[in-house]
Each structure stands twice: as structure tokens, then as C-alpha cells.
């Protein structure tokens, strides 16, 4: 997921920074998903969906666990 992530992010020229104060999710949060110590929930994910205009199922088609 993170990845995908990083690629929609950099396609627009967005830092994480500017994703975090456009989804209200904590920067912080983008440093535990890159280094898997957690997971993206469901509400975050369709909050980042949302300001990159894809669908949530972009980030988990394919995603094994």
C-alpha cells in the first residue's frame, strides 16, 4: 500500500507533510506505515483515496498480508 502511496503523492508533487494537513491524519503515521510497523485503517485510507481521487480498493488490490 505504501507504495502506491508514495507514487500517487510524488505524481502530484505532494510531501506528506501537505497529505497530512489535507486528511488530518498525523505525519508520523506515514513514517509507521513505511516501515510496517502499522497498517492503514480503513477511515485513512479512504481519506487519502479521497484527496487523490482513486478508489480505496487502488491500495489493496493485490496487497497480500
Known amino acids: 500500500m505504501y507504495s502506491k502511496y508514495v507514487e500517487l503523492r510524488d505524481k502530484r508533487g505532494f ?31 479512504k481519506k487519502i483515496a479521497d484527496l487523490f481521487g482513486v478508489p480505496i480498493a487502488y491500495f489493496v488490490d493485490g496487497e497480500t498480508t
Open 15 to 45: 510531501s506528506d507533510y501537505r497529505v497530512a494537513m489535507e486528511t488530518n491524519i498525523p505525519k508520523s503515521t506515514f513514517s509507521e506505515w513505511k516501515s510496517g510497523r502499522s497498517k492503514p485503517k480503513l477511515d485513512k485510507l
